[in-house]
């Protein structure tokens, strides 16, 4: 693999879009090194050559992408999805990791944080501290699936910048039910009592994907509408 | 005609015939990518960037009618320099009695149209 080090920022966020293209397309590792070191070692003596990097750069990586895979006979083994397609699938893989994240949470971070955090005299600040981690952890989880999932999207990174805010935002306000529900449960680690608050938190998680998915799909029908 | 009309109408004019113009720049002098679209802009070709020449060159390269050898840069880095193969050579030549007999079949047909239209007229 080239040294990298020597190319101006540009143009090495640009390689690296070009490269995430070949990615999301499913191109196989072995094509997209080859295809990618040859093209790095092009552009770095094309740019000792004297070559604007602007110039170098002026194509979408996108579009760039994909015309060289073809050119190269390297085909994609998957179309790029559809808008709808995507926002499915973020929804899916935002509660898939919030599911991951509860069960997580009811089985380490909760009885963790109840040995570590429990406290009868200050009864409800050790609560409420208790339940944010639980929060947090579920939406880290949430966050994390979709941003590992759509690592090589640049569209799904656009659509996860709404979600991500919404899924914190909807999150903390989560805490002050769940906590309530807990309070009259008196505060049960039952299965069923951790079930029903952490079915509190995932609905108020999906609402946020679902805010978030709106927000992103109105944003980018205004963008194109007034491209 | 906007201008996005007659950008987009020369850009599908160029595309039967961009990899001839490639491939006549290399036979006059073997180079490396980007030298091609500073050669390309030369001729008026100001809106066929890099971005356009690379992949074609690499088509060009799996076609055959490409070679590419490494030449190293003085103190700089490696450049791949490409020259026409065998196979390039006698595929340009017929590229250029192609183009050259279909340009001369529109011109013909151009030039007749507006005399058929007066007589109409």
Partial sequence: ?227 | MTAGDASERESLLLKGALDMCVLTLLQREPMHAYAITQRLADHGFEQTGYGTVYPLVTRLRRSGLLDQRAESGQGGPTRQVLSLTTEGQSTLARWHKQWHDTVSRVDRLLETHPKESRHAG
Avoid at chain 1, 13 to 35: K, N, P
Avoid at chain 1, 67 to 73: D, I, T
Avoid at chain 1, 139 to 147: K, P, T
Wanted: aromatic share 8%; proline share 4%; glycine share 10%.
């Fill in chain 1, 1 to 227: 693999m080239p040294d990298d080090s020597a190319l101006p920022p540009e143009v090495l966020e640009w390689l690296e879009q070009v490269d995430a293209r070949w990615r999301a397309c499913g191109l196989d590792m072995t094509t997209r090194s080859a295809l990618g070191a040859e093209l790095a070692e092009d552009v770095r003596a094309a740019l000792a050559g004297g070559a604007q990097a602007s110039d170098l750069v002026a194509e979408r990586p996108e579009t760039f992408a994909d015309q060289l895979a073809s050119a190269a006979g390297a085909h994609p083994a998957r179309p790029v999805a559809s808008v709808d397609a995507t926002m499915k699938a973020v929804v899916v893989t935002g509660m898939f990791g919030a599911v991951i994240g509860g069960f997580l949470t009811w089985v380490f971070v909760l009885p963790g944080m109840v040995e570590l955090a429990y406290s009868d005299t200050h009864f409800a600040a050790s609560a409420a501290l208790i339940y944010l981690v639980c929060g947090l952890v579920v939406v880290a989880s949430c966050l994390g699936a979709i941003g590992f999932r759509f690592r090589d999207d640049p569209r799904t990174r656009r659509v996860v910048k709404f979600i991500a805010p919404a899924i914190i935002g909807f999150g903390l306000l989560s805490i002050g039910p769940a906590v309530g529900l807990a309070w009259l449960l008196n505060y049960s680690t039952s299965a069923a009592g951790v079930v029903l608050v952490g079915g509190v938190v995932l609905a108020f998680v999906a609402t946020g994907i679902y805010v978030g998915q709106r927000l992103a799909s109105r944003t980018g029908q205004g963008a194109s509408s007034s491209a």
